[in-house]
């Protein structure tokens, strides 16, 4: 498990990388580089809004790779995501800027944003099920997390190019080429990446599904027509933790520098040291998750988001690093609680043969919702000179909705025994659980204890013909029985 775990945390960090170099790209420097004729708000807003691309094409991703991995194994997603998104990332580095081809300029970006989403679209949910579907149960969420702390990962190593970057040329050679840099490298990162992955195997439970036949054959039909529900449902759920990253990781970073005067290398530095809190932290929420369940971890994570955002934005607007870090982090810590768990939670939902659709293209829809808007939203209402309190009221909107959402999905826990979370048993988390699924224990059992009676009953018959061996009789009968009683009572556990 630690060496699946490993790749997981690995692939999904560099995918991660290719993404968040670019939002901090945007938030920096691609707007006046971009779109010069345009103020200075109005050129961050357009360069926020080829950011937003990746997230509309996230979904398309997940739908097309997520056929792939239930029709043809979670393994070829994780090689084709990371080749797609690493070829896209490098070729942004090439870009000229409008000063050299003009409108050409932002349309490249747009499109190269585009694959760069799509790629990422397919890649969480590979690498999510890699782990997932190998761990015990009993340690699922544990083990998922680590697909959860490639973002941060991510989000550390591609601030800290471009800090390293900063810091070191001048704002003319960062401008001019230094922003280059950390798109150049995703190159060197995919590369390692895909050698990483050459060693990993397919899952347990879709080698089952080939084995038996059981692979959906149309996956995107059938979790239309079968899984609505949980999807939307996990979209609305999950977009109060979009919003809060990259509220924090994109537009926070902006507001300081452009807004507050803070330094750049100073806000890069505030933003990195939140982020690297919640990565470490993030396997103990998921200890919690295990422990405790999915779904109160969600709730609670939900409630503290829509408690905290409004404090959140007034220690931002102090400029003083040191409140805009504790206020940074605490809104983190409250995203973590429930994404830490959400590796484990979606693919629980549903059954096997559609969970890598199912899972992927309800986390990415959720990405549509919370994350694509939310830094232009922000970026829009936090002009003025008071605190940006539209902020603050946008983002509790979504702390509530997404609130509501995790209140109307099932837990999906496994029972401490071992059992399987509801999604795997019914195949479908509207129906009630234990209604139908908790009967089938019941029935093995009973069908084994009329078997195993049956043949004691046999058994006593073929001994009471010789009397001198009746006496002995008794011990193994009642033997067999006591084996009888204890095989039902492991079925009906199991």
Request: hydrophobic share 50%.
């Amino acid at each position: 498990m630690g060496r699946l775990a490993a790749a997981s945390l690995t692939g999904t960090a560099i995918e991660f990388y290719d993404f968040f170099v670019y939002g901090t790209a945007a938030a920096l420097v691609l707007g006046p580089l971009f779109f010069p004729a345009f103020s200075p708000l109005a050129g961050t807003l357009a360069a926020f809004g080829t950011f937003a691309v990746g997230f509309v094409s996230r979904p398309l991703g997940s739908l097309i790779f997520g056929h792939v991995g239930d029709r043809y194994g979670r393994r070829p997603v994780l090689f084709a995501s990371l080749a797609l998104t690493g070829a896209a990332t490098v070729a942004v580095g090439f870009v000229p800027t409008y000063a050299t081809i003009g409108v050409a300029a932002p349309v490249l970006l747009v499109v190269l944003r585009f694959v760069q989403g799509l790629g990422l679209g397919g890649e969480w949910g590979g690498a999510v099920l890699l782990t997932a579907e190998h761990a015990p149960p009993g340690r699922r969420a544990l083990w998922a997390s680590f697909t959860q702390m490639g973002p941060p990962v991510g989000f550390l190593l591609a601030n800290g190019v471009v800090l390293a970057l900063s810091a070191s040329l001048s704002d003319e050679a960062f401008r001019e080429w230094g922003w280059r840099v950390p798109f150049w490298a995703a190159g060197l990162l995919a590369v390692g990446g895909l050698l990483l992955r050459t060693s990993l195997h397919e899952t347990p439970q879709f080698r089952d599904l080939t084995e038996s036949g059981a692979r959906a054959t149309a996956p995107v039909v059938e979790v239309v027509r079968h899984h609505w529900r949980p999807v939307l449902l996990t979209a609305g759920a999950l977009a109060v933790g979009y919003a809060v990253f990259y509220t924090v990781s994109t537009w926070a970073l902006a507001y300081g520098t452009e807004q507050r005067g803070v330094d750049r290398t100073v806000m890069l530095l505030v933003v990195m040291a939140a982020v690297a809190v919640k990565g470490a932290l993030t396997p103990l929420a998921a200890m919690l998750g295990d422990r405790y369940g999915r779904r109160p971890l969600c709730l609670a994570g939900c409630a503290m988001s829509a408690l905290w955002m409004f404090p959140m934005v007034w220690l931002l607007y102090t400029g003083r690093p040191a409140a805009m870090f504790l206020g940074l982090v605490v809104a983190l810590l409250a995203f973590i609680t429930m994404f830490a768990v959400v590796a484990a939670y979606l693919p629980e939902l549903y059954e096997p043969r559609v969970r890598c659709t199912g899972a992927a293209v309800g986390y990415n829809l959720a990405g549509v919702v919370g994350g694509a808007l939310t830094p232009m939203v922000a970026t829009a209402v936090s002009g003025g000179s008071g605190p940006p309190w539209g902020v603050a009221a946008y983002l509790t909107g979504i702390a509530l909705l997404s609130l509501g959402c995790f209140a109307l999905l099932p837990e999906t826990r496994p029972e401490p025994e071992g059992g399987e979370p509801a999604g795997e048993r019914a195949g479908n988390p509207r129906r009630r659980p234990d209604a139908r699924d908790g009967a089938r224990p019941r029935r093995r059992a009973q069908a084994v204890w009329i078997s195993r009676t049956s043949q004691l009953r046999n058994f006593v018959g073929r001994e009471q013909r010789d009397s001198s061996r009746w006496a002995i009789s008794l011990v193994p009968g009642s033997s067999l029985l006591r084996m009888a009683s204890s095989y039902e009572s492991n079925s009906t556990t199991t």
